[in-house]
């Protein structure tokens, strides 16, 4: 049972465009959600998260929106560059939970196009 | 900045053979994590420690066990391995709060 699922296993963008990463949960215990990004051959790194009591969060050229109604959430990267070219996982945390464990989706792979 | 260190980037081991992978944070962190990651599977959650000498089963521990003496350092241990845990292993690190955790740059085993 996928509680985090990433429907698009790639996308192709080209350089100096929106790429619009997305994210859909069925658990509606989840209250905080993350994003991270991943190179070949590397582990995943950190890139951006968010609190379900917002529904906006920013930092630089990445923003995350929540829409905790559809149980959505995507990732926006404006403009893409040839280094945003990984793969994207989206992640999420429940609320209550001691351990701190994330719940992951597949992952999607960016390509950016010069 | 958090570093998390695997002792192996590559290793290719034969079927039956016990292997060690093992992982070092150097941020004190309380709680570390075991995933695998197979393409199309995302990452899946073997092992995690949220204490010296405490663990926990994540999704898939069959075929696996773990070892955290000290707090900086957390093994998995393949007791037998085989061809189908081939695969990429990623150790993590985290605060109770915030939850983000750290990855470790990965172990990619091959078992023939």
């Known amino acids: 049972d996928q509680q985090v699922k990433q429907n698009s296993p790639s996308l192709s963008v080209q350089e100096g465009r929106i790429s619009i990463l997305n994210c859909d949960y069925t658990?509606?215990?989840?209250?905080?959600f993350l994003w991270y990004k991943k190179y070949p051959a590397e582990g995943p790194t950190f890139l951006i998260s968010?609190?379900?009591i917002k529904d906006k969060n920013e930092d630089g050229r990445f923003t995350v929106f929540l829409n905790k109604s559809a149980k959505h959430l995507s990732l926006h990267i404006v403009p893409s560059q040839p280094g945003d070219s990984a793969v994207y996982f989206c992640?999420?945390?429940?609320?209550?939970?001691?351990?701190?464990?994330?719940?992951w989706g597949a992952g999607t792979k960016l390509i950016i196009k010069p | 900045d958090v570093k998390v260190t695997q002792s192996s980037r590559y290793l290719v081991k034969r079927t039956g053979e016990k292997v060690f992978l093992e992982c070092v944070q150097d941020?004190?962190?309380?709680?570390m994590f075991w995933y695998r990651q197979d393409p199309g599977l995302g990452l899946r959650l073997i092992y995690f420690?949220?204490?010296?000498?405490?663990?926990e089963k994540g999704d898939i521990p069959e075929g696996y066990s773990v070892s955290r003496e000290k707090k900086e350092r957390f093994s998995l241990i393949l007791e037998s391995a085989s061809t189908n845990q081939t695969s990429m292993y990623l150790c993590?690190?985290?605060?109770?709060?915030?939850?983000?955790?750290?990855f470790g740059p990965g172990t990619r085993l091959t078992v023939t």
């Open positions: 992640a999420a945390k429940k609320n209550m939970d001691s351990n701190y464990q994330l719940i």
């Open positions: 658990n509606s215990m989840f209250d905080y």
């Open positions: 968010i609190s379900s």
């Open positions: 941020m004190d962190h309380e709680n």
């Open positions: 420690s949220y204490d010296v000498k405490m663990k």
């Open positions: 993590a690190s985290s605060l109770a709060v915030p939850y983000e955790q750290y």
